[in-house]
T-cell receptor, first 113, second 114 residues
Framework: KAGVTQTPRYLIKTRGQQVTLSCSPISGHRSVSWYQQTPGQGLQFLFEYFSETQRNKGNFPGRFSGRQFSNSRSEMNVSTLELGDSALYLC????????????FGSGTQLSVL | AQSVTQLDSQVPVFEEAPVELRCNYS??????LFWYVQYPNQGLQLLLK??????LVKGINGFEAEFNKSQTSFHLRKPSVHISDTAEYFCAVSVPGGGNKLTFGTGTQLKVEL
C-alpha cells in the first residue's frame, strides 16, 4: 500500500495570504489528523476527521480549518497567514476510530514571509 | 487535560551503549501511551504502544518501554544502540475512546556517536 501522501512538500507564502494543504491517507483508512510542528511549540494537534466528520479540535484560532472528503482525502486551510504559522504540518491517518496506530506523512513545510 | 514531559531534550550516547529516554505524563483519567520516532525530513513512525496488559512493551528496532502507573512514567530503553538510531523520539498519550488525538511531549534528540 502507498503511504500517507502530503502535497505540496514545500510552500512559501506571504503574510495575509491563505493556503490549502492536502493529505491522501493510506487506502482504507478513514481517520485523518493534522498536527503542527515547530521548534518552539513542538507537535500540536490541530484537528481530526473520521468519515467526513470532525471529531476533535485543538486550540488553534478559527483561521485554521479543515475538511475530509468521501474518499477520506483531507485538506486543511489557513487563512490570513501570520509569520507564526511557519511550521511543518503533518498529516496522519489511521484505520479505526480510536487509539489506533497513526501513520504519518512527511509533511508540508510552510514558510510565511 | 493530559500533558507529557520528556525530561531530556538531547541524549548523546556511544554506539553499542544502552540508552534510556525518559517520559512522564499527567492525566486525571487513564491513558494509552506511545513512543514515536522521527528521522530527519520524515514524518513520525510508531515504535511501540501500551494499551493494557503487561507493563513491559516491546517494539520495533529492539526498543522496549515500561509503563509505571505509580510513577506515571513510560521510559523507553534499548540495550545497545546503533548509529542508525540517531533521531528524535516523541512520547505521546491518548485517552481511551477519545479518537486518535495524541498529546505529544517536546521530544528527545538521540545522538549516537562512534
Amino acid at each position: 500500500k502507498a503511504g500517507v501522501t502530503q502535497t505540496p512538500r514545500y510552500l512559501i507564502k506571504t503574510r495575509g495570504q491563505q493556503v490549502t494543504l492536502s493529505c491522501s491517507p493510506i487506502s482504507g483508512h478513514r481517520s485523518v489528523s493534522w498536527y503542527q510542528q515547530t521548534p518552539g511549540q513542538g507537535l500540536q494537534f490541530l484537528f481530526e476527521y473520521f468519515s467526513e466528520t470532525q471529531r476533535n479540535k485543538g486550540n488553534f484560532p478559527g483561521r485554521f480549518s479543515g475538511r475530509q472528503f468521501s474518499n477520506s482525502r483531507s485538506e486543511m486551510n489557513v487563512s490570513t497567514l501570520e509569520l507564526g504559522d511557519s511550521a511543518l504540518y503533518l498529516c496522519a491517518s489511521a484505520e479505526g476510530p480510536t487509539n489506533e496506530k497513526l501513520f504519518f506523512g512527511s509533511g508540508t513545510q510552510l514558510s510565511v514571509l | 487535560a493530559q500533558s507529557v514531559t520528556q525530561l531530556d531534550s538531547q541524549v548523546p550516547v556511544f554506539e553499542e551503549a544502552p540508552v534510556e529516554l525518559r517520559c512522564n505524563y499527567s492525566s486525571s483519567v487513564s491513558v494509552y501511551l506511545f513512543w514515536y520516532v522521527q528521522y530527519p525530513n520524515q514524518g513520525l513512525q510508531l515504535l511501540l504502544k501500551y494499551l493494557s496488559g503487561s507493563t513491559l512493551v516491546k517494539g520495533i528496532n529492539g526498543f522496549e518501554a515500561e509503563f509505571n502507573k505509580s510513577q506515571t512514567s513510560f521510559h523507553l530503553r534499548k540495550p545497545s544502540v546503533h548509529i542508525s538510531d540517531t533521531a528524535e523520539y516523541f512520547c505521546a498519550v491518548s485517552v481511551p475512546g477519545g479518537g486518535n488525538k495524541l498529546t505529544f511531549g517536546t521530544g528527545t534528540q538521540l545522538k549516537v556517536e562512534l
